[in-house]
């Protein structure tokens, strides 16, 4: 059965090491060119009393194009790993007719359905951690970077392609494409299927299951320019309005809400009630030493920001947790698989 499973598997399998060979050369290639980068960056921002905030920043924009790129190839992994090697393991034996043959020799079906899933979702699953080791190991430096612009390392793009996790997505895929596959009996159809419920679930595990999987959170943090995107002042003594930033403590948090807040611990909707036709908020001078010195003003009457997040420091356990959920999934489908293959006539 390993000889036989070898022999049906090794153009997928060549297919996926070459992939991995081409992946792999690209990133030793410009990587460590991008972590000289970063280096020689924050060495010579720190030296400086402006601190690293702008460089980061462009070091990012530098590098965004390939952070995506990368990202985007550790999360269509498992998607992919579902669809062409999970979907088709017992459908291309029914479209063929083959598991007439198969099923009905000296080999069981259990032996069977043991050995082309155990070596097939186990090269899933090394599959997809050594891509993503690739990665992680590529993107370290522009993930720093990242955390001060829109890609914390605790939100859903960057959580969902580091670490551990896309192991168990690429198991689960690998068993959903397998389950989908024998009780759909058609191979387009049954990736369609697995396709559609495997992304089904990753958009619902971040937006429903994972903020709840530890307790979040909460910090009250003065108004500044680090959580403010804009600051409207009008002329002749109108409202003062602030557009708030979701932003945490921790650089790298995933915040799941903030809101603006006065002294008595009252959310603040629309403009806040201050003079712009005198005082520290008056348009006077440059609009910097204006803009502190509203700030400072508007922390003096008690105004904060609440904010609700996970910190960064909780990655691994989110990890670990997640990947449990995933493997707990992928063993109650495999469990049902091996149970259907052997109690229904197919």
Request: glycine fraction near 10%; proline fraction near 5%; hydrophobic fraction near 50%.
């Amino acid at each position: 059965m390993t000889w036989l499973t070898w022999r049906q598997f090794r153009a997928a399998a060549a297919t996926m090491g070459a992939v991995l060979v081409v992946l792999a050369a690209a990133l030793a290639v410009t990587g460590p060119g991008v972590a000289s980068d970063y280096s020689t960056g924050i060495a010579a921002c720190t030296a400086q009393t402006g601190g690293c905030a702008s460089f980061l920043d462009r070091f990012f924009q530098q590098h965004q194009t390939g952070f995506l790129a990368v990202t985007a190839v550790v999360l269509l992994l498992p998607a992919v790993i579902g669809l062409f090697w999970g979907a088709p393991l017992i459908t291309r034996e029914l479209e063929s007719d083959t598991h007439q043959l198969v099923w009905n020799q000296s080999i069981t079906r259990t032996r069977w359905l043991t050995a082309k899933h155990g070596l097939t979702g186990l090269a899933a699953m090394i599959a997809a951690g050594l891509v993503t080791l690739a990665v992680t190991w590529w993107s370290g430096p522009v993930d720093k970077a990242a955390g001060v612009s829109d890609f914390p390392r605790m939100g859903p793009l960057v959580f969902d392609a580091r670490g551990i996790v896309p192991i168990g997505y690429a198991a689960f895929a690998f068993t959903l494409g397998v389950v989908v596959g024998m009780l759909v009996r058609r191979t387009l159809p049954a990736m369609a299927i697995t396709l559609a419920v495997f992304l089904a679930l990753q958009i619902a595990m971040p937006l429903l299951v994972r903020p709840h999987l530890l307790t979040p959170s909460h910090a009250t943090v003065k108004i500044s320019s680090a959580n403010v995107d804009g600051l409207s002042i009008r002329r002749k003594g109108g409202p003062i309005t602030l557009t708030m930033l979701s932003k945490a403590p921790d650089k790298g948090a995933w915040v799941l809400s903030s809101r603006l807040i006065d002294a008595k611990g009252r959310t603040v909707h629309g403009s806040l009630p201050l003079s712009s036709a005198s005082g520290p908020c008056a348009p006077s001078g440059s609009p910097t030493d204006g803009a502190r010195a509203c700030f400072a003003e508007i922390n003096r009457l008690g105004y904060r920001q609440e904010v609700t997040y996970h910190s960064s420091k909780r990655f691994w356990d989110f990890q670990w947790a997640e990947t449990g959920i995933y493997l707990g999934l992928t063993a109650g489908l495999a469990g049902g698989c091996f149970w259907w293959i052997r109690r229904r006539q197919i």
